[in-house]
Structures are given as C-alpha cells and as structure tokens.
C-alpha cells in the first residue's frame, strides 16, 4: 500500500515460509560491496534470526569512492582497504568465492568450486561490469596497462604508480564515457586530484579529460575551481554532441586512442573509463533487462526473478545515481524488507538518500545530494542541495571534513561489528 506522504508502507506483512525442515530463513548475498555489505550488517542488526551467507570473491575490498584521494595523494591505498573480519565475528557466514551460476526455480547458488548454496532470498549486489566490446583493442589484460581504475585497489595503485613514474612535462589522458556509469560526479573530481597532483609535482604536464557527454552536474562550480587552481594544467574537452569524444580503439603499445570523430591522441599515462552495466552475475541470473536490472523499487525483488533482490549499481533505480550513498541506504531498505517478509519485523517507510563530496584541491570540497522517496511505484526525489559558486574557503573546509567523516561512517556500517 502507499502512505499518505506517498511513501510504500505495508500494515500487515505476509510472511515468507522457509524451505522445509530449515530452522531459519537464509538469505545469501552476493557481492561486499556497498550494497551488499551493508545488507548483511543491517539484515543482521535487525534480524538476527535470519541465516545469512554473503558470497564475495575478494578477500579485501578497496572502495572505489575515494579512490580518486589515492590518485592525487591524499591518503593511502591501505586506508581505503577493508576486511570482512567484522562481519564474520557477527555471526554472518562470510565465504570467499565467487558466485557462478544459479537455479532460481529450485532456489539453489553454485559457486565457481562447485560448491551448491540453497536459499530463500537471494540478493545480487555485484557492482558494474564493463564493456570492452565498444572500443576496440581494450581488454581486461589491456586494462592493467591502460587502467580504467573504475572498480578496485590494483587498477588505481597501477595508476597512481604511472603518474609518479612519469616525466615531467608528460601528458596524462583520462576519458568519460557515454551513458550511466557509477559514481556520479567522480570523473570530474578524479580530474581534479589528478591535476592537483600535476600541479605540485610535475608542473609541466597536463592533463586533458576527453569527455564523451556536453554537460555534467555542477558543471559552473567545477570550472570555477579548475580555472582557479589548474588553468594551464587540466585541459577538458566536452563534446558538442553526444559520443563525440567517445573512445572507440586504443593501442596499448603506443597509447594511442581514437575517437569516435576520428581524433588521435596520444598520451604518456592514460586511464580509458568504458561504459558500464550491471555486473556480470546480475546477467547470469537472468536479472537483467538492457544494461541494467528492473526492481520492484519498495522491495528491490527482481522484476524478472521471484525470490531474487537487486541492489547498489545493479539496479536500475530511474533517477537515483549510482553511488556508494545510494546503494547504502538501498540497503538499509531491502534489510528491512527482508526482515519483515521473513520473521515478521516492523515494516518502515522507503526512504533513500544519496550525498555526494568531490575534493577538489586541498581542504576544498564541492557537495550535492538528494533524498527520494516512492511515487507511484517510482522513486522520486523529495529534496536536494548542492555546493554553489564563491563558497567562502572555510565552507569547502568543512565539506572536506564532512567527506573523511562520512567515509568513515559508512565503512563502519558495511564492514563494523554488530
Ligand atoms: C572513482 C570512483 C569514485 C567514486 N566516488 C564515490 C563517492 O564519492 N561517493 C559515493 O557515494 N560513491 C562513489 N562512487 C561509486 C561507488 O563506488 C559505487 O556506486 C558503489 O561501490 C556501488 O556499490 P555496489 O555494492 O553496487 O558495488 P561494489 O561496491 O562494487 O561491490 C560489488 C562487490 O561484488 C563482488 N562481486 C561481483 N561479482 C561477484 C560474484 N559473481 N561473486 C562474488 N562476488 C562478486 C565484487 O568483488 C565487489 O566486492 C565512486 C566510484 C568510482 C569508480
């Protein structure tokens, strides 16, 4: 049913039987992410009855928001690293492996050993998947040359390491891509620090974004902050039509790229950002619909698949971007979905948020962010705020501080003791 404030509530709640002869309901989650972590923590705060599994493949997870301090400087790799250690102590069954096929009709998970997990709930948080097939001469094994650094620690610690390996005077090329990506405004923030780090450290480079898209959120406050701190380092080219920066080849034995327009451009360092969709798994579930998965947005269950539930930047959302902070408080929701429609917890109303910092130079961060909440089956933003032109410094200062403090926050709640 829908609330007055138009948001999903349910009075009564139809409980979800488990499998004969299970004591608990068992809920499995693949991916330890953002989505998927905090799902577990949260699913194991409110309902510590339930049997929850989460499969991940890595032993340690990087996060990519963030990630973009490590390439200008800011902090270490080891600092944007987390163990599972916390979760496992909580009594969530955490299994390193990665999930690689699934019968959603009898309900059971198969593991890349062989491994078989039956379920009640299955929940897919497997972040993005890339694709190598729209530019020619990219690869997976291409990547570690040319890395995109779109997803974990290896790909950013190999471009950090190329941009302290490089000469001065070189030319650094980072790319947009077309269409949804995850991370909202990150490849501008990312320009941001990179320059930064050009600026301090070899102040005869430049670096130049080939920008796929005409315009950007916050657009005037981000070219007021590079004309001021890196007129003369950071060169960004937006197209003028939809694609038309758009890589379609590289070569990785001359770092060469070309464009969609035919452009060549060669660079010194380079990272190539392809266009993305919904991590693999998603598709091997059968999950997805394009590029992405239709959900139920009260519930988050598969629009294609019962008893499967999508979250973070699998999920095709509508207007919610594809951050950290939204996959985070999705979470949040489909934990007390399940909660509720297995052992009987309260019901509280859909509520989402997403707040997003982008450092720019030092103790100098720019913000924006929204809360939605459902309308008309639909998620629909209730309210948002974003940082404006000729902010006083002591304001971009304290978003700064709100960005270390937030990272903290929401780490503790994917990966901290219950
Ligand atoms: C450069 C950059 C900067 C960003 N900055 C911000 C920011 O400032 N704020 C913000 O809110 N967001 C930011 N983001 C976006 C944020 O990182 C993502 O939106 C968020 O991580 C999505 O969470 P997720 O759970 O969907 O996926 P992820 O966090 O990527 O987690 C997916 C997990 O699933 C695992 N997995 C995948 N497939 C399988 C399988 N078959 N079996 C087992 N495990 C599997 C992966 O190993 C991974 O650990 C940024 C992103 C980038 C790239």
Known sequence: MVGAAGVAVSSTVALTSPAIGQIAPKVVIIGGGAGGATLARRLKVGAPEIDITLIEAAKTYSSPFLSEHFLGGFRSLNSLTHRYDGLAANGITVVHARATGVDTHKRVLTLHDATTLPYDKLVIAPGVDFRFDKIQGYTPDVAHRIPHAWRYGAQNL????????????????????????????APYTRASLVAHYLKYHKPKSKLILLDSNRDFA???????????????ILEHHLSTFPGQHTVVRVDANTLELQTHEGERVRADVMSVVPEQRAGLFAHVAGCVDGDWCPVDAATFESRDVKHVHILGDAADLGIMPKTASTANSQAAAVANHLASSLVGKKRFPVRFRNAQWSLIATNNAIKAGATYVLGKGEVVEASHFASGLKEAEAVRARNFQESLNWYDAITRDMFGTV
């Open 158 to 185: 190999s471009l950090r390491n190329q941009l302290l390996d490089m000469k001065d005077g070189g030319t650094v090329v980072m790319t947009v891509p077309l269409g949804v990506i995850r991370g909202g405004s």
């Open 218 to 232: 916050q657009r005037d406050v981000f070219e007021e902050a590079w004309k001021q701190n890196y007129d003369g």
